[in-house]
Structures are given as structure tokens and as C-alpha cells.
């Protein structure tokens, strides 16, 4: 018995025409014909009987039927299988990342997803949030990474992680040495912030705005121009106060180059969010990384 024979069995049954069932697999009636009598000599039972035109299954036939499609879907399941893990193997994912992504966990993802699928390649995109936003509307990348919950009815968004923003200042610095600092007194600092509608930016400015306390950055940093670290070497420079990500600045403050600022009345997080385009069908490598993202866990 092979699977070429449970096949032409399979199509026969539910044509229950040897004619209609060689066209549709392109093969010659008479060999139709041929394969379902040597499996019912192989057998030893009859697995059709002829009513009119038409040819009806018998008992045997039903029951063979029945193990032959559950046989024949699983066979379709390690092919389908087989095809992914071949398409893992090797090929290209265009993914996209905030600055606090790039900045903080995804380059370590993807350094850790390319050790696991050493033909891969991934082109990692760094843009605000609203530029990728777009990207991944116009098709240009398959997953982002994104500092809000995406907006477009289009984008399907799925919380990551969450990042605690923090004060930072050089360690000598004044308010460095304090227990605390109030939000008063961080509001006639120098603050250091990136220009435009990052998410960092956003979210400290609508607190000092909630506590009724200006917030006029005594430096704006254009993102376009300046790299991930701009800030962290502006404030370690003595240039000023920044805000940043806990997760980003960890082993600059171990190293003693920065200290992040107790400020009670900044405790402020912001969610990452997975998201790609509704309508877009994900490849297996694409579905792989995503899942790979979900799992991913600090090391």
C-alpha cells in the first residue's frame, strides 16, 4: 500500500467517477483503474461497487477512507512542517525598532535570534515610532517594534515589555547626592531631550504639565542626526539633566559613569508594543521571530 495509491483511493471516493478522478490527478483511467485493484488484492477486499454510473464505497471502502484521509492530512502536516523549517534556514525579515527598542532590547534579540538561525538575515530600521508605524502600513517592514500602542484600524499591536523611564545625571552632579529631588527642582535643570514627538519626550512632558511646571529643555537633540547614545554622553559630558531608559543606562551606572535621580514624582513607564499589518500574511520566518520576541528574556 503506498500513498499515492490512498491518494487516487481518496479522490475516487468522493468523485466516485475513475474517469473524473484520473482528470483531476492527470492520470490515465485505465491506471486509476490498475492502482485501486492492486490495493484491493493487497487487501483482500472490495472497496467499490458499481450503482448505475456511479461508484459507491462499500464497507470496506468507508472504513479505509477513514484512515486514509486522517494518513494523508498528516502526511500534508510534515510537508507544510518541512517547508517552514527549510524556509528558517535562510532568508530576510525587515524589522523595525524605536529608539528606546534599538537603544535597550533589540539589538540583543536579534543578536540572539541570528546565533539560533545562523542563515538569516535581519535588517534592523531605526525611526520614532510614527515613522514606522508607516513603513509597516506601506509594506516596508514585516514586524516593529513600537514605543505606543499602534493607532491604524491596518496595524494589529501586542504589549512587549515595559520600561521605567528615569532621571539620569553625571555622578558628581548636585542633585546626584540628594536622597530625592522633587519635580520642582528637576524643572529648573537643564534638560536634555530629543526634538520632536518621541515617546520618552511625550510621556515627562505630559506629567510636568499634570504637576502645572514648565518644561523648556535647555537642549533638544535631533534624532535624525544624533545617534542612540546622544543623550547619555550629553548628560555624562555635564551638558545636563536626561531622561532615558532604566534598562539602557544599567551598565553606565554600574560603571560610575551616570546615576539615575530619585524623583518620586517621575515614575513613569512606557509599553513597547509587537505589532505588524493586519492584512499582511506573515511568512514562517517572520511568525518564528515574533514568537521568538515573545518568549525573549533577560540574560
Do not use: C
Amino acid at each position: 500500500m503506498t500513498l499515492h495509491q490512498l491518494e487516487v483511493f481518496g479522490t475516487v471516493a468522493k468523485l466516485r467517477s475513475f474517469t473524473q478522478a484520473g482528470e483531476k490527478l492527470h492520470i490515465a483511467q485505465p491506471a486509476v483503474s490498475g492502482l485501486i485493484r492492486s490495493l484491493e488484492q493487497e487487501l483482500g477486499v472490495k472497496l467499490f461497487e458499481r450503482l448505475g454510473n456511479r461508484y459507491h464505497l462499500t464497507n470496506a471502502g468507508e472504513e479505509l477512507l477513514h484512515h486514509a484521509e486522517e494518513m494523508l492530512a498528516k502526511v500534508e502536516a510534515i510537508k507544510e512542517r518541512m517547508d517552514e523549517i527549510k524556509g528558517l534556514k535562510k532568508g530576510k525579515i525587515s524589522v523595525g525598532g524605536s529608539t528606546l527598542a534599538v537603544a535597550s532590547v533589540l539589538p540583543v534579540v536579534v543578536q540572539r535570534f541570528k546565533k539560533e538561525h545562523v542563515g538569516v538575515e535581519v535588517i534592523l530600521t531605526t525611526q520614532r515610532s510614527e515613522t514606522l508605524h508607516q513603513k509597516l502600513l506601506d509594506g516596508e517592514l514585516d514586524v516593529a517594534i513600537l514605543g505606543r500602542a499602534p493607532h491604524s484600524p491596518n496595524l494589529v499591536g501586542e504589549p512587549f515589555r515595559d520600561e521605567e523611564v528615569v532621571v539620569i545625571a553625571p555622578p558628581k552632579h548636585p542633585l546626584a547626592m540628594k536622597r530625592s529631588v522633587s519635580l520642582e527642582l528637576l524643572a529648573k535643570e537643564p534638560l536634555i531631550v530629543y526634538r520632536g514627538g518621541t515617546t520618552i519626550r511625550g510621556i515627562v512632558e505630559r506629567r510636568f504639565a499634570e504637576k502645572g511646571l514648565p518644561f523648556a529643555p535647555f537642549l533638544e537633540i535631533n534624532l535624525q542626526w544624533g545617534n542612540r547614545d546622544a543623550i547619555k554622553n550629553v548628560v555624562v559630558n555635564g551638558l545636563g539633566i536626561g531622561f532615558t531608559s532604566k534598562f539602557y543606562v544599567g551598565s553606565d551606572v554600574k560603571a560610575g559613569r551616570l546615576k539615575v535621580l530619585r524623583v518620586p514624582e517621575l515614575k513613569l513607564k512606557r509599553t513597547m508594543y509587537i505589532a505588524v499589518h493586519r492584512n499582511r500574511q506573515s511568512s514562517p520566518l517572520v511568525r518564528t521571530f515574533i514568537d521568538f520576541l515573545r518568549h525573549y528574556k533577560e540574560q
